[in-house]
């Protein structure tokens, strides 16, 4: 009947367009019935939150018990300058700590070689050597609060910075928590900085989850982050499924390590991205922990804590817009409530500002106090994902899953993840998805306000971050002092031994640890594991 | 028939972004242009070879890390060095509005922020190429 009296109305008052789809191109009907979702069986598809399969969130208080983490990325210029600024959001609320570091750092190079020409400080913090990471977190109380911190390449180096930091505090490893990203698969898909070919930098990263379990128990040793590959370009669905797909690729490298799953899966947490399909952002959140349990299950968990998806979200940096800046709060604001009525762990807002520079102070905390709003006034963290049972968004939901199992099925026939991402299958279907997106909004057939729709004549001058000019100079006075003054013996033994490890097949935690304890720095760390392992070169596609 | 216009579009530094540069590319080469992309991690000097042995006639440098007033100069610089001035620059990325004329002196002649039209860039190029 509705069907019916649908048709006849469309015939008198056409609708705004000949269709209607998200961001994924699944095409939305205009109304979502029980029929969408008659084949759900409440128990086994949706359950209860805390209970497999999780679709409903991974606590069954969930916000009720405990807010989410308001944990903003952020890193510029030299340790010195980002301590302070650490220092200043926490005191304005933020409730956990989240490191940017620079594109030398990324890449294992220390401030002074020759490739970090013009990029000290530029999108994150500079951190060479123990020195600088003791400066970085100096009086902040690194065994209450959780670091996280985005490195990939070199993750296992700065992360043997941290723990020897904390150790040089009396803080016991055992107690500290936080996260490294390390997830090398993302970097080759689509963040590009990477270092090492795949075997070694698999290698390092399964080295990391038998050490984390073993000394840094409380310690997420790997973010398994779609964030990256949506802003390459990617749909929500490709985000979904080639995270999760990289996500598996993990657990079956650890376990051909001889790791037991049980042991090492409850600290694999993942990271995404909130664009700007509200529904259908939400349904993606949803879906993926649906299918991270029944993936880990079918592997061989046993124990909830391991089928249980932790997730941090970002909203899409991509989606901010140079024009109008202020407006780009509004946006923020949407993507922000995704990410909470998506139940995530810990949450960054960005700042209006960033498509132009690094944020102003003013820029990152209003980011901050929209989280605030949304967790304190807004109301919606007062009961457990209260968008479950909406028909469009269970069907959604459905849908996300069976679109990420299609890719799953794809990834299997090229041979598996690694082989996929030698043959160019994920980054040309990155660089097509980016290319359409852009085509449409160049065409009209996607509006971004202020870009392609309600322009208005503006100066898009805006208060730039100021950074301390002498800041690289210190840096690289620092790291020349460092090495003269160090014991040059020690820093060759261990360096010699880290090698020696390297050419055989030993955890190389422990020699990494010893090397940075000593002040070896990060390229000179990361330039043995080079040398031993060799480095990656892309295929280019576009 | 007219030559096509040769485009080189690079990736200075150390920068990982490549979505941009890609869209770009991709966009240039369906307005009729010969595009050659030299994928990551270029240094000035290996943009400047790559622009002489394909006998460009613009380079369009992208860079979304912050680094530009250092990275677009040293290939502006490394042109004029080498008396390739005549070669047009472009550039793009999170460039602030304060850093635009300052590149427009150093010989970048066009900047393009996030939200250009990829027509923009198209014509820019096509009236300002030297050929």
Same mark, same amino acid.
């Given at each position: 009947?509705?069907?019916?009296?649908?048709?006849?109305?469309?015939?008198?008052?056409?609708?705004?367009?000949?269709?209607?789809?998200?961001?994924?191109?699944?095409?939305?009907?205009?109304?979502?019935?029980?029929?969408?979702?008659?084949?759900?069986?409440?128990?086994?598809?949706?359950?209860?939150?805390?209970?497999?399969?999780?679709?409903?969130?991974?606590?069954?208080?969930?916000?009720?018990?405990?807010?989410?983490? +308001?944990?903003?990325?952020?890193?510029?210029?030299?340790?010195?300058?980002?301590?302070?600024?650490?220092?200043? #959001?926490?005191?304005?609320?933020?409730?956990?700590?989240?490191?940017?570091?620079?594109?030398?750092?990324?890449?294992?190079?220390?401030?002074?070689?020759? #490739?970090?020409?013009?990029?000290?400080?530029?999108?994150?913090?500079?951190?060479?050597?123990?020195?600088?990471?003791?400066?970085?977190?100096?009086?902040?109380?690194?065994?209450?609060?959780?670091?996280? +911190?985005?490195?990939?390449?070199?993750?296992?180096?700065?992360?043997?910075?941290?723990?020897?930091?904390?150790?040089?505090? !009396? &803080?016991?490893?055992?107690?500290?928590? *936080?996260?490294?990203?390390?997830?090398?698969?993302?970097?080759?898909?689509?963040?590009?900085?990477?270092?090492?070919?795949?075997?070694?930098?698999?290698?390092?990263? &399964?080295?990391?989850?038998?050490?984390?379990?073993?000394?840094?128990?409380?310690?997420?040793?790997?973010?398994?982050?779609?964030?990256?590959?949506?802003?390459? *370009?990617?749909?929500?669905?490709?985000?979904?499924?080639?995270?999760?797909?990289?996500?598996?690729?993990?657990?079956? $490298?650890?376990? /051909?390590?001889?790791?037991? &799953? %049980?042991?090492?899966?409850?600290?694999?947490?993942?990271?995404?991205?909130?664009?700007? !399909?509200?529904?259908?952002? &939400?349904?993606?959140?949803?879906?993926?922990?649906?299918? $991270?349990?029944?993936?880990?299950?079918?592997?061989?968990?046993?124990?909830?804590?391991?089928?249980?998806?932790?997730?941090?979200?970002?909203?899409?940096?991509?989606? #901010?817009?140079?024009?109008?800046?202020?407006? !780009?709060?509004?946006?923020?604001?949407?993507?922000?409530?995704?990410?909470?009525?998506? *139940?995530?762990?810990?949450?960054?807002? !960005?700042?209006?500002?960033?498509?132009?520079?690094?944020?102003?102070?003013?820029?990152?905390?209003?980011?901050?106090?929209? =989280?605030?709003?949304?967790?304190?006034?807004?109301?919606?963290?007062?009961?457990?994902?209260?968008?479950?049972?909406?028909?469009?968004?269970? $069907? #959604?939901?459905?849908? +996300?899953?069976?679109?990420?199992? @299609?890719?799953?099925?794809?990834?299997?026939?090229?041979?598996?993840?690694?082989?996929?991402?030698?043959?160019?299958?994920?980054?040309?279907?990155?660089?097509?998805?980016?290319?359409?997106?852009?085509?449409?909004? %160049?065409?009209?057939?996607?509006?971004?306000?202020?870009?392609?729709?309600?322009?208005?004549?503006? %100066?898009?001058?805006?208060?730039?971050?100021?950074?301390?000019?002498?800041?690289?100079?210190?840096?690289?006075?620092?790291? /020349? /002092?460092?090495?003269?003054? @160090?014991? =040059?013996?020690?820093?060759?033994?261990?360096?010699?031994?880290?090698?020696?490890?390297?050419?055989?097949?030993?955890?190389? +935690?422990?020699?990494?640890?010893?090397?940075?304890?000593?002040?070896?720095?990060?390229?000179?760390?990361?330039?043995?594991?080079?040398?031993?392992? *060799?480095?990656?070169?892309?295929?280019?596609?576009? | 028939?007219?030559?096509?216009?040769?485009?080189?579009?690079?990736?200075?530094?150390?920068?990982?972004?490549?979505?941009?540069?890609?869209?770009?590319?991709?966009?240039?080469?369906?307005?009729?242009?010969?595009?050659?992309?030299?994928?990551?991690?270029?240094?000035?000097?290996?943009?400047?070879?790559?622009?002489?042995?394909?006998?460009?006639?613009?380079?369009?440098?992208?860079?979304?890390?912050?680094?530009?007033?250092?990275?677009?100069?040293?290939?502006?610089?490394?042109?004029?060095?080498?008396?390739?001035?005549?070669?047009?620059?472009?550039?793009?990325?999170?460039?602030?509005?304060?850093?635009?004329?300052?590149?427009?002196?150093?010989?970048?002649?066009?900047?393009?922020?996030?939200?250009?039209?990829?027509?923009?860039?198209?014509?820019?190029?096509?009236?300002?190429?030297?050929?």
């Amino acid at each position: 009947m509705g069907k019916k009296y649908y048709k006849k109305t469309i015939e008198s008052f056409p609708e705004r367009k000949q269709e209607f789809k998200t961001l994924s191109e699944i095409e939305i009907k205009n109304i979502y019935t029980p029929n969408d979702v008659s084949n759900i069986d409440y128990i086994r598809d949706i359950g209860f939150p805390g209970v497999y399969p999780f679709l409903r969130g991974i606590h069954s208080t969930m916000y009720r018990g405990r807010l989410w983490t +308001m944990r903003q990325f952020s890193g510029f210029g030299s340790a010195e300058e980002t301590n302070q600024r650490y220092k200043y #959001l926490l005191n304005h609320g933020e409730t956990g700590l989240s490191v940017a570091f620079d594109y030398p750092t990324l890449y294992g190079y220390d401030t002074d070689h020759p #490739l970090a020409r013009g990029e000290f400080g530029k999108c994150g913090v500079a951190v060479s050597s123990l020195e600088d990471m003791a400066i970085l977190f100096k009086d902040i109380p690194i065994d209450k609060i959780t670091t996280s +911190m985005t490195i990939n390449g070199p993750a296992a180096i700065i992360w043997a910075m941290y723990i020897a930091n904390a150790e040089n505090r !009396n &803080i016991r490893k055992n107690t500290i928590g *936080g996260t490294i990203q390390n997830d090398i698969l993302k970097e080759y898909i689509a963040q590009k900085s990477f270092i090492f070919p795949p075997e070694p930098s698999m290698r390092l990263i &399964i080295d990391t989850f038998e050490y984390g379990y073993k000394y840094v128990p409380r310690w997420n040793t790997i973010s398994i982050s779609g964030y990256h590959i949506r802003e390459a *370009g990617s749909t929500a669905v490709q985000e979904l499924a080639f995270t999760l797909g990289d996500g598996i690729e993990y657990v079956k $490298w650890a376990m /051909k390590r001889g790791l037991k &799953i %049980d042991d090492f899966a409850p600290r694999l947490s993942f990271f995404f991205n909130a664009h700007n !399909n509200f529904f259908e952002e &939400i349904a993606k959140y949803r879906a993926a922990r649906r299918i $991270w349990a029944k993936e880990l299950k079918k592997l061989g968990a046993k124990k909830s804590r391991s089928l249980l998806m932790r997730f941090h979200t970002q909203t899409a940096g991509c989606s #901010l817009t140079a024009q109008q800046p202020e407006i !780009n709060i509004v946006r923020v604001t949407l993507q922000a409530l995704e990410a909470v009525l998506g *139940g995530t762990q810990s949450l960054h807002t !960005n700042s209006m500002d960033e498509a132009l520079a690094l944020p102003s102070e003013k820029a990152v905390r209003i980011a901050l106090r929209t =989280q605030q709003i949304i967790a304190e006034e807004s109301g919606v963290t007062d009961t457990v994902d209260p968008l479950g049972g909406s028909y469009y968004i269970e $069907w #959604l939901t459905n849908k +996300m899953e069976e679109e990420t199992y @299609r890719y799953f099925d794809k990834v299997e026939r090229l041979g598996g993840v690694i082989p996929a991402i030698e043959k160019g299958f994920f980054q040309r279907e990155i660089a097509e998805s980016a290319y359409r997106y852009q085509r449409e909004v %160049d065409e009209n057939k996607r509006t971004i306000v202020g870009v392609n729709k309600y322009k208005i004549d503006e %100066d898009l001058s805006i208060p730039i971050l100021k950074m301390d000019e002498k800041g690289e100079e210190r840096q690289i006075n620092r790291l /020349k /002092k460092l090495r003269k003054e @160090r014991d =040059q013996s020690k820093v060759d033994k261990n360096l010699s031994k880290l090698r020696r490890a390297a050419k055989g097949n030993e955890n190389l +935690m422990p020699y990494i640890i010893d090397c940075v304890h000593s002040y070896a720095t990060l390229g000179e760390t990361c330039d043995i594991l080079r040398e031993v392992f *060799g480095e990656y070169k892309e295929p280019t596609i576009y | 028939m007219e030559r096509k216009i040769r485009v080189l579009v690079a990736k200075p530094g150390l920068d990982g972004h490549d979505r941009g540069a890609k869209i770009v590319a991709r966009a240039l080469r369906d307005a009729g242009m010969e595009v050659i992309y030299t994928g990551l991690h270029q240094t000035a000097e290996m943009i400047v070879e790559t622009a002489i042995q394909e006998d460009v006639d613009v380079i369009g440098l992208s860079l979304l890390s912050g680094a530009h007033m250092t990275l677009f100069k040293d290939v502006a610089d490394l042109l004029k060095e080498k008396n390739m001035d005549d070669i047009l620059v472009v550039g793009g990325g999170i460039i602030p509005e304060e850093d635009v004329s300052k590149l427009k002196r150093v010989g970048i002649a066009g900047v393009f922020g996030p939200g250009t039209h990829t027509d923009v860039i198209v014509d820019f190029i096509r009236k300002n190429v030297k050929k």
